[in-house]
Every structure is written in C-alpha cells, then in structure tokens.
C-alpha cells in the first residue's frame, strides 16, 4: 500500500475498509464522499472496487463494511454526508425500464448500523444535459410527442447527512456569521450571513456551478472505460462549512483525485482520505500537493 503524507493531508492507496480498521475510535470529526454508485459504473479491475460488482446486492453487502467502520471511527455527535442520486433501472441490465430508490437504500444501510438520518439537500441539475449525456428514452422530446406515459423527470443529485448519536463535544459556532458563498452569485441583503444561511438551508441547492471541479483529465488510463466525475467544490465548501469547524480532521473513503481533501485543507481542516485506483491517487497527491502549496505562493506576492 502506498501512502503519501502531509502535516494538514495523509492519503492512502488501497481499499477503504481494510486501512480504516487501523484507525481508532472517534478518529475523525467529519466524513463527506461520493460513493460508487452501485453497479452503473466500474470504477477498475480490482475485486476490492465497489463498483465493480455483479448486481446491487453485492454492491450492498461490500458497502456494509464500510457504513460499519464510519460508525466506529466518526465521533459522537458529529455527521457523515454522502452524495448520491436515485438510479436508471436499464430494460438490458434490469429487465425494466424506472428508476431504483439508491438514495433511500444507503439511507437504510446508515441507519441499521445506528446512524440518525439527519438532513437531505436535492441538488438542480439540467434536465437537458442529463437527456444529451444519457440518452435517455423518458427525458427525450420524441418521446413526449409520441407516447408520454414512458416520460419522467431528470434525476437530481443529494447530499444526504447521517449523525452519529451522542453528545458533539467540539461545538461547530459560527461566531462572526457567514460571510464566504459557495454558488453562482453572491446573496446581497442587510445581513450578509442571514441571507447566506437562507440559501443554505434550503432543502434545493439551485446554484452549484457544475463545472466548478478539480481537473479530472489528469487520472485517466489509457485504458479506463470509465466513469470519472468528481463532487464539485461549492457542494464540499457548504457542506464543510456547515459541519466541520477549522483544525477538524475530515475523512473520504473515496478520495478520487482530491477534492474533498483539496477543500478541506484549503478551509483549514486536516484531511484522510483512501483511493484504491493509482491513477487517481496519482492525481490527488498532486492536487494535494497544489493546495498546500497555494498560501506560500501568495505569500511571496
């Protein structure tokens, strides 16, 4: 297993559930992840890739183990979040054409290990776009016009929280209110942190800016069929802002190539993260390496 280290980063290249049983209890303070998203996407070759599986259930019974040891190694009182979204049933893999309940299925995974399910945001996302990118029958104008009981809406993104019950012992204040957004424009009002707050809260994030991610390009194989698309930084930014304090230690099983520990670090968190694809870990370590670099440069200026 390779590892790559830091004072703010540490960064491990192998599966997530083998090198989180050697962390103890109550090691981190946040945890925020884009799972793989059962069997829609393989990810590599590798029998300890979750996405690469046969069927949703063995998808279900791999990311067990995992749900486990976030609950043994998240501290009391504090959160996990996870991105997701609701699956295309597909008539060739499936025998159906729909739409299968992923989101509701980690929500029930989290909660049978003793998770609390603690909040959902729906993130917006353009119906065309995802009609362009997939192809798919029930988001076609055609379809409309010839038989629209086979239409449906497009699928949005979540970002589901889930706490860890007990007592948060390192309160997350906000003394001097928000006053940095992360979206596509700014809120104005008399109160900057109010209005902030509003667009936070809300239960639809309208405003992520899609495109706002790190380089994916870098981490592709020559060979790699595959699906690289990681979380975009205004969703890591709110939600690290809303859930994790300065100095606090935050987790990504699936690291990728970085972005949750190039946020986390850039907001002055300490980040742990695991990636089992080397390609990928190649990437992060680099852009873990840029944005611990950053402050230095723009010191010399």
Same mark, same amino acid.
């Given at each position: 297993?390779? /590892?790559?280290?830091?004072?703010?980063?540490?960064?491990? @290249?192998?599966? !997530?559930?083998?090198?989180?049983? @050697?962390?103890?209890?109550?090691?981190?303070?946040? $945890?925020?992840?884009?799972?793989?998203?059962?069997?829609?996407?393989?990810?590599? %070759?590798?029998? @300890?890739?979750?996405?690469? !599986?046969?069927?949703? %259930?063995?998808?279900?019974?791999?990311?067990?183990?995992?749900?486990?040891?976030?609950?043994?190694?998240?501290?009391?009182?504090?959160?996990?979040?996870?991105? !997701?979204?609701?699956?295309?049933?597909?008539?060739?893999?499936?025998?159906?054409?729909?739409?299968?309940?992923?989101?509701?299925?980690?929500?029930?995974?989290?909660?049978?290990?003793?998770?609390?399910?603690?909040?959902?945001?729906?993130?917006?996302?353009?119906?065309?776009?995802?009609?362009?990118?997939?192809?798919?029958?029930?988001?076609?104008?055609?379809?409309?016009?010839?038989?629209?009981?086979? !239409?449906?809406?497009?699928?949005?993104?979540?970002?589901?929280?889930?706490?860890?019950?007990?007592?948060?012992?390192?309160?997350?204040?906000?003394?001097?209110?928000?006053?940095?957004?992360?979206?596509?424009?700014?809120?104005?009002?008399?109160?900057?942190?109010?209005?902030?707050?509003?667009?936070?809260?809300?239960?639809?994030?309208? %405003?992520?800016?899609?495109?706002?991610?790190?380089?994916?390009?870098?981490?592709?194989?020559?060979?790699?069929?595959?699906?690289?698309?990681?979380?975009?930084?205004?969703?890591?930014?709110?939600?690290?802002?809303?859930?994790?304090?300065?100095?606090?230690?935050?987790?990504?099983?699936?690291?990728?190539?970085? $972005?949750?520990?190039?946020? $986390?670090?850039?907001?002055?968190?300490?980040?742990?993260?695991?990636?089992?694809?080397?390609?990928?870990?190649?990437?992060?370590?680099?852009?873990? /390496?840029?944005?611990?670099?950053?402050?230095?440069?723009?010191?010399?200026?």
């Amino acid at each position: 297993m390779r /590892q790559e280290h830091s004072k703010n980063w540490s960064l491990y @290249n192998g599966d !997530c559930v083998g090198i989180l049983k @050697n962390f103890e209890d109550n090691s981190f303070d946040y $945890s925020i992840f884009s799972p793989p998203f059962a069997s829609l996407y393989t990810y590599s %070759d590798s029998i @300890n890739d979750m996405g690469n !599986c046969k069927s949703d %259930d063995e998808f279900y019974k791999h990311f067990k183990f995992l749900v486990k040891e976030l609950y043994r190694t998240i501290k009391a009182g504090r959160l996990v979040s996870f991105h !997701c979204m609701l699956i295309p049933a597909m008539k060739e893999r499936d025998g159906y054409i729909g739409i299968k309940d992923f989101r509701g299925d980690l929500i029930r995974m989290f909660q049978a290990e003793g998770f609390i399910f603690h909040s959902e945001v729906t993130i917006w996302k353009d119906p065309l776009i995802e009609a362009v990118r997939t192809k798919a029958l029930g988001l076609m104008h055609k379809q409309l016009c010839k038989d629209s009981s086979m !239409c449906r809406q497009g699928l949005p993104d979540y970002v589901i929280s889930m706490r860890k019950p007990g007592v948060n012992e390192n309160f997350i204040t906000h003394d001097t209110g928000l006053t940095c957004y992360a979206g596509a424009v700014t809120p104005e009002g008399d109160v900057l942190s109010h209005e902030i707050w509003r667009k936070y809260a809300s239960p639809v994030w309208m %405003d992520i800016r899609q495109t706002n991610t790190l380089n994916k390009m870098p981490a592709r194989d020559e060979k790699d069929e595959k699906h690289i698309c990681p979380l975009q930084l205004d969703v890591i930014e709110r939600c690290l802002t809303l859930w994790s304090n300065p100095g606090d230690v935050v987790f990504s099983p699936f690291g990728g190539i970085g $972005s949750e520990g190039y946020k $986390s670090v850039e907001m002055g968190r300490k980040s742990v993260a695991t990636e089992l694809k080397s390609s990928y870990f190649d990437v992060a370590v680099k852009n873990m /390496q840029m944005i611990e670099n950053k402050p230095k440069q723009l010191e010399l200026f």
